[in-house]
């Protein structure tokens, strides 16, 4: 079981910058980053595999967030900037080793066993 702690999470302004980290416990074949608001199903905002470092992202933060990953530490990030007040939520980390994961499936909640306990991003107009 890998462990996943998030940190970076905090209040800003729209059009605001944040910058999430996710440190992991053993290296997996891919990570995400999800998001949930209250009341809204978890949804993907962007994963990796880190073997190649390909990288998806949800439509509504392309061009806005941007993930990343320092395999040396064993570290997931997401550098979000303009950020909007609808990019508030709770977001979490995951990491997961399904050898039949492939392509923008990552994006998907149930490919992971593996999550964080979750940051708050909080964003105000």
């Known amino acids: 079981q890998v462990q996943l702690v998030e940190s970076g999470g905090g209040s800003v302004q729209a059009g605001g910058s944040l910058r999430l980290s996710c440190s992991t416990s053993?290296?997996?074949?891919?990570m995400g980053w999800f998001r949930q608001a209250p009341g809204k199903e978890r949804e993907g905002v962007a994963c990796?595999?880190?073997?190649?470092?390909?990288?998806y992202y949800a439509n509504s933060v392309k061009g806005r967030f941007t993930v990343s990953q320092d395999n040396a530490k064993n570290t997931m990030y997401l550098q979000m900037n303009s950020l909007k007040p609808e990019d508030t939520a709770m977001y979490y980390c995951?990491?997961?080793?399904?050898?039949?994961?492939?392509?923008?499936?990552?994006?998907?909640?149930?490919?992971?066993?593996?999550w964080g306990q979750g940051t708050q991003v909080t964003v105000s107009s």
């Open positions: 995951a990491a997961d080793r399904r050898p039949d994961m492939f392509g923008g499936a990552c994006l998907g909640s149930l490919g992971y066993d593996n």
């Open positions: 053993d290296s997996s074949k891919y």
């Open positions: 990796i595999y880190t073997g190649f470092a390909m990288k």
